[in-house]
């Protein structure tokens, strides 16, 4: 055949494929079929290489093109057949509405019905019944789009307006891709429900897909539409139209809203009846996919054609959705809407650049949208440089089987040597752990959340689902508390569904802490969440953005202290860094080697979902090899059995090696294209023999019994525990990012002092030289009232709420910090004092009040003055509350704990006429 016919035969089946009947002229029935392609049929401008009839009448042209060449600038031929229609001809309206360039493998679509009309990429024919339902319109989208109504904006603030009026103008412009980036916790859930609403409403857009990365974010997204109320009438979109989080692979007609998994998505165009939920519990973009440089297959499927959607929404588009999945996505003949928090440079790149938004999270800080962080770094010498474990005659190592958990004690063949990277993969110390949590409880309350007495929301990352059991066993036990103080939450966890626990993760005060490997590490939304614990490291930039991000959610202050009664508000969460994770280097994108990486596991899974290239054969291959070399006869017998592969995972890795192997696909190349002996065959050719090899490889992994049984040995491939080797903290502190902040609060202080110090009493009492007694706790207590505002945030109702300025003078001046302080609300005074007198040391109040209690006891017995037991107590009593308010007067003396000893008239008893000369000598030396 010549190369036009080959064409002409390809565009025969997918037109075929689409649900056209395909005739030649001489033989044309146009009541054969709804509709009916006719193959050369002459027109007054020409031959045209398909004339499309739909119910009887002329609709549209197809023009076909030998492959590789470029169809932009057929266009204007086709354009010439639309209008050169025989004018006895029935048919819709002239010129033809719709026109089609092909050249089999790329195929270009034109609606002459819309408004600035241009060509677009299709990956298909659309069917007969759609262009149908095109022509009837009284407008299309695109029109409808130009004119829509004014956006209600009552129930939405600035940037999300913003967002949707750029969007739809931009989709109004006919740009088939818009990228928002909105940072995470800025509400673009929301946003994408009102654009969504207003697509369906005056749009009349026919069907919406709402991708998701994994079920439980369907759910919230399903939730989300369930709560939206229309600003038109007051109706909830679940009310008005269908939405249809897919939980089977059938879409409902009805649905104007459709909301699943791309992994469902591809399951469903591949033709799959059944799909497994468990699937869709782990992210697909942070499994295998990485290993991925070629998108996933994707060929036609007419019971989900490509006019199904009209516009496709992709929530969290930073990730590898663009890449691996790109197909799938372009399969559709839809606009194309991203969402994000963190867009890569790929990421907009996929977009065509068209950022129509861009809402960054400093941004998002600085409008109180987002919440800000400090980074608490923890370092140990086995984080750091990991260990030896020596081998040693009689000491017996436990080793632990990672399928059963089931332990034995051995003898080591050689010494240990193990790096960070190993820990909690292949070696465990538990020591590690330990001191990384015990830091953790110890520093909780005193450094990274001062003055508080529960424990925050807190999540901590996990490496492997193994990592996730120990840490939260030890978090239990190193905090003293039961299951219910902490709790796992992994796509692996069993007994009670994850997304219950996730749930009372955010809405009731137990669990406090959550350990999780990925499936709250993105969109999942947690508010109350104020620290974050990584205890694994992450490569991808995007991710760790994205990890970040489940802390900086704003909660409103009463709905924060329903789970934790004694925090005031959010103003910040705290990054506990025992890994380094936030001073290693990111890449934007995760790295594809021939490494093995990742875990088996995904690797297994992203062959099973069809997936075959060299990187992904090369790696899979070394990981069986390196595994063979660990497993007994019994499971060796049990993996032949189930490949069908006499020599098992031997057999299995050579296969995957001959596959790639250059000299076997050049072999296999001239037996497939039946070459002569010494020609050599051809890039095209030597390509097509080694993706035939590779899929043959592969073949014994689309097997789940093959797959389970290779997981269940590599499971119980033992961890050997490293008892013996210690840990030393290194250090534990915040970060220079942090410091840098609370620079700016001291400096900031410094300032309101000094522009106040004329406006508020307790100031200008304290900025008097000589400084005289005289100031009174309701002095204090207003100029809390008047530091309550942002930065600061003292409340004078919690006096420890003074702790946050006391920790930014330690942090910028530790030599001069003397003492824990900030506890106390009259630790003010000592703030105020240190800020006009920077030379002298910070004391709190209460340790400098002790102090001078001490000289002065000394100062009277030195002169021969002694007292009594009760007046020791007395005298104690007055020591203790001038530590708390400025001064004390004898009207304190009918309060507590004076009233206990006997009030103002036992005072004058114990202490008779010179009660009043040590009151005063007490109020200046105390208070000095």
């Known amino acids: 055949m010549t190369a036009e016919q080959k064409v002409r035969q390809i565009i025969d089946r997918l037109l075929t494929e689409s649900g056209w009947i395909v005739q030649d002229r001489a033989a044309m029935n146009i009541a054969a079929g709804l509709g009916v392609a006719v193959r050369e049929f002459p027109l007054q401008s020409g031959p045209v290489d398909y004339l499309l009839y739909a119910d009887g009448k002329v609709i549209g042209v197809v023009e076909a093109k ?74 299309q989208v695109r029109q409808k789009l130009r004119h829509m109504p004014p956006l209600d904006t009552t129930r939405l603030w600035g940037v999300q307006v913003q967002a949707i009026q750029n969007l739809e103008e931009s989709l109004a412009d006919n740009r088939p891709r818009a990228l928002i980036q909105m940072a995470t916790g800025a509400g673009k859930t929301f946003t994408a429900c009102n654009f969504c609403y207003r697509l369906v409403k005056f749009a009349h857009a026919r069907r919406i897909l709402f991708l998701v990365d994994r079920t439980n974010l369907g759910r919230q997204t399903l939730n989300e539409f369930q709560q939206f109320v229309s600003p038109h009438n007051s109706y909830k979109f679940t009310e008005e139209f269908t939405v249809q989080h897919l939980r089977k692979n059938a879409i409902d007609p009805a649905a104007k809203v459709v909301v699943t998994t791309i992994q469902r998505l591809y399951s469903m165009l591949k033709g799959e009846e059944e799909f497994d939920d468990a699937n869709e519990e782990t992210s697909a973009y942070e499994a295998a996919l990485a290993l991925r440089k070629e998108p996933m297959p994707v060929v036609y499927n007419a019971a989900l054609a490509v006019e199904t959607f009209d516009f496709i929404v992709v929530d969290e588009c930073h990730r590898s959705i663009y890449n691996i999945w790109r197909d799938v996505l372009l399969y559709f003949d839809a606009s194309l809407i991203g969402l994000t928090a963190t867009p890569t440079k790929q990421t907009i790149g996929f977009f065509n650049g068209n950022l129509v938004q861009q809402y960054t999270h400093e941004r998002a800080v600085a409008d109180g949208v987002n919440v800000g962080y400090d980074v608490y770094r923890i370092e140990t010498q086995v984080t750091k440089d990991g260990a030896r474990l020596a081998k040693e005659p009689g000491l017996f190592v436990p080793r632990r089987d990672r399928r059963t958990r089931a332990r034995r004690l051995a003898e080591l063949d050689d010494d240990l040597t193990y790096t960070a990277n190993q820990l909690d993969r292949d070696v465990v110390n538990p020591n590690l752990m330990r001191l990384v949590i015990r830091t953790l409880r110890d520093r909780l309350f005193t450094e990274i959340f001062p003055g508080r007495t529960e424990v925050p929301k807190t999540l901590v990352f996990a490496k492997t689902d193994l ?180 020599n098992g995972l031997v057999g299995l890795s050579e296969k995957l090696l001959t596959s790639i192997e250059s000299d076997a696909v050049a072999r296999r ?260």
């Open 66 to 139: 030998p492959q590789g060449r470029t169809l932009t600038g057929v266009e204007i031929q086709s354009a010439k057949y639309t209008s050169g229609l025989p004018d006895n001809l029935p048919h819709y309206r002239l010129p033809l509405p719709f026109a089609y360039e092909s050249t089999g493998t790329e195929t270009q679509f034109t609606n002459s019905l819309e408004p600035d009309f241009r060509s677009r990429p299709v990956f298909a024919f659309h069917r007969p019944e759609e262009l149908l339902r095109l022509v009837n319109l009284d407008s």
């Open 669 to 928: 190349a001239a037996t497939k294209f039946n070459l002569p002996a010494r020609q050599e065959p051809s890039e095209q050719q030597l390509d097509a023999a080694e993706h035939e090899a590779m899929q043959e490889a592969v073949r014994p992994f689309h097997n789940p019994r093959l797959r389970d049984a290779i997981l269940k040995a590599k499971a119980a491939a033992e961890q050997v525990m490293d008892e013996v080797t210690p840990d030393t903290l290194l250090r534990a502190g915040f970060d220079a990012a942090a410091k840098e902040k609370a620079r700016s609060l001291v400096s900031d202080f410094q300032k309101f002092i000094e522009e106040n110090k004329n406006e508020i009493e307790a100031l200008r009492l304290l900025y008097g030289k000589p400084y005289k007694a005289g100031l009174r706790y309701r002095q204090v207590r207003e100029l809390a009232v008047k530091l309550n505002v942002p930065p600061f945030y003292v409340d004078p109702r919690e006096p420890q709420t003074v702790g946050r300025l006391w920790n930014a003078y330690e942090a910028v001046e530790p030599d001069k910090v003397k003492g824990k302080g900030g506890r106390s609300l009259v630790d003010l005074i000592a703030l105020v004092r240190h800020a006009i007198q920077p030379h002298e040391p910070l004391v709190p109040v209460g340790t400098a009040v002790d102090e001078r209690y001490r000289q002065w006891l000394a100062e009277k017995e030195k002169s021969g003055m002694t007292f009594t037991p009760d007046q020791r107590q007395w005298l104690d009593a007055i020591k203790d509350h001038i530590a708390k308010s400025p001064a004390i007067e004898q009207d304190d003396f009918e309060g507590v704990p004076f009233s206990q000893l006997g009030g103002l008239g036992r005072a004058a008893e114990v202490f008779g006429d010179r009660l009043a000369v040590i009151l005063g000598e007490l109020n200046e030396r105390l208070a000095a």
């Open 467 to 646: 990592h996730a059991d120990d840490l939260t066993r030890i978090i239990r036990e190193e905090f003293g508390k039961g299951n219910d103080f902490c709790q796992k939450i992994t796509s692996k966890t069993t007994g009670r569904k994850p997304e219950d626990l996730l749930n009372e993760f955010r809405n009731s005060y137990n669990p406090r802490i959550a350990v999780t490997v990925d499936m709250i590490a993105t969109g999942t939304d947690v508010k109350p969440l104020e620290c974050l614990l990584f205890m694994r490291n992450i490569s991808s930039a995007s991710y760790f953005e994205q990890m970040k991000g489940r802390g900086c959610r704003v909660v409103k202050a009463d709905d924060l202290r329903k789970v934790t009664p004694d925090a005031r508000f959010k103003d910040r969460f705290v990054i506990v860094d025992a890994v380094g994770v936030c001073e290693s280097d990111k890449t934007t994108s995760k790295p594809l080697d021939r490494k093995p990486s990742v875990a088996l596991d995904k690797l297994l899974n992203t062959i099973a979902a069809g997936a075959v290239d060299a990187d992904l054969v090369s790696t899979l291959a070394s990981r069986l090899a390196r595994l063979e070399q660990e497993l007994g006869p019994e499971q060796q017998q049990q993996i032949a059995s189930e490949s069908g592969v006499v």
